[in-house]
């Protein structure tokens, strides 16, 4: 369902992600939601992405649209005569299908890379070039995982975050009906109040409350 709500977004051409904190907001039992994601994760049905927008942020996306997205780079690589792309057919074969986690070392990464062929540097380069893994800043031999193109989403969840916070903070209660809060639309990120509605509310920032004329939105008591 929030894959198939994922804001439409001109111009960034980024397959649907889920984040973690959503599917807390609308799953009770939060051990329940990361026992489930482990046995997707492990199924390959799904991938998660530490995101570098909080110490808990993380992304899922279904597999299919990764290797999508993935099939988008290359496309506008080839366009542009980038060489080296081959890398990309040996990463998909022999990394993401080998290695579930959300990071991998360079050693390892060049290890898997090289039962497709022979890897050089420059096949490295083309990998961080194309968004699919980016280098750890504490560890410059570990790379994460990434969803690549993301950049501009990742600035607009965290400019949405203060946005909506600081809207509901100058409000007498510090909340507003939901109905009204979800037609208002956010100056600083690209996706839509649903997105960061459900992100909020699960990363327990926000909390809904019942009332007799519908639901409140308010900030969570610090």
């Not at 994601?37 to 998660?48: A, H, N």
């Not at 080296?84 to 890379?113: A, G, T, Y």
Request: proline fraction near 4%; glycine fraction near 4%; include cysteine.
């Amino acid at each position: 369902m929030m894959r198939a709500q994922f804001p439409r977004i001109d111009k960034v051409s980024v397959r649907p992600f889920v984040l973690r904190s959503q599917l807390y907001s609308s799953v009770v039992d939060r051990t329940q939601v990361d026992r489930e994601l482990e046995s997707l994760r492990r199924t390959k049905v799904l991938r998660i992405f530490k995101l570098n927008t909080g110490q808990d942020d993380h992304a899922i996306m279904f597999l299919d649209d990764y290797l999508n997205q993935i099939e988008r780079v290359v496309k506008r690589m080839e366009e542009k005569n980038v060489h080296d792309l081959e890398v990309f057919e040996w990463f998909k074969i022999h990394v993401i299908d080998m290695r579930l986690e959300p990071n991998i070392s360079h050693q390892d990464l060049c290890s898997l890379l090289s039962l497709g062929g022979k890897v050089k540097d420059d096949h490295i380069s083309v990998l961080i070039n194309g968004g699919v893994i980016i280098r750890q800043l504490i560890d410059p031999s570990m790379y994460w995982f990434a969803i690549p193109n993301v950049g501009s989403l990742l600035k607009g969840l965290s400019q949405g975050r203060k946005e909506l916070l600081s809207l509901l903070s100058r409000r007498r209660y510090k909340e507003m009906m939901l109905a009204p809060l979800e037609k208002k639309r956010l100056r600083l990120s690209p996706l839509d109040m649903r997105f960061h509605l459900r992100d909020l509310i699960g990363s327990g920032h926000l909390k809904t409350v019942k009332t007799p004329t519908g639901l409140v939105v308010r900030i969570s008591k610090e």
